[in-house]
């Protein structure tokens, strides 16, 4: 079992910039993929990105490509995700999310699949406002 804690969010204008980040806690965390969840007010939870175990394979959903990037420092247990140029659309509640990892692009099939990540973090609110 992994432990996540978010961080980083609050309140940005249009346009502007918040780096998220997860800190990981418990079992072997470079074994793990993690993914970057997001759930807006009546919307259903979606995977945004998520970044494979070695950190070399990443993966973006369409909306935020271009715009947020994910890292992960294996030595701190924690992955970050910077999110620029950012839109109302944006604002919602981020959850990390980690599940062992099995192949190298296993992080995206977990989404894409609709398949479980195992351990969740409580959260962290990102409101995009003028």
């Known amino acids: 079992e992994v432990q996540l804690v978010e961080s980083g969010g609050g309140l940005a204008q249009p346009g502007g910039s918040l780096r998220l980040s997860c800190v990981a806690s418990?079992?072997?965390?470079?074994?793990?993929?993690i993914a970057w969840f997001r759930q807006a007010p009546g919307k259903e939870r979606e995977g945004i990105s998520c970044?494979?175990?070695?950190?070399?394979?990443?993966y973006y959903e369409d909306s935020v490509k271009g715009r947020f990037t994910i890292s992960r420092d294996n030595a701190k247990n924690t992955v970050s995700l910077q999110m620029n140029s950012l839109k109302p659309e944006d604002t919602a509640i981020y959850y990390c999310?980690?599940?062992?990892?099995?192949?190298?692009?296993?992080?995206?099939?977990?989404?894409?699949?609709?398949?479980?990540?195992?351990?969740w973090g409580q959260g962290t609110q990102v409101t995009v406002s003028s």
């Open positions: 418990g079992s072997n965390f470079d074994d793990q993929a």
């Open positions: 970044v494979g175990s070695s950190g070399y394979f990443t």
């Open positions: 999310a980690a599940t062992p990892d099995r192949s190298t692009t296993w992080c995206r099939e977990v989404i894409v699949e609709n398949y479980q990540y195992d351990d």
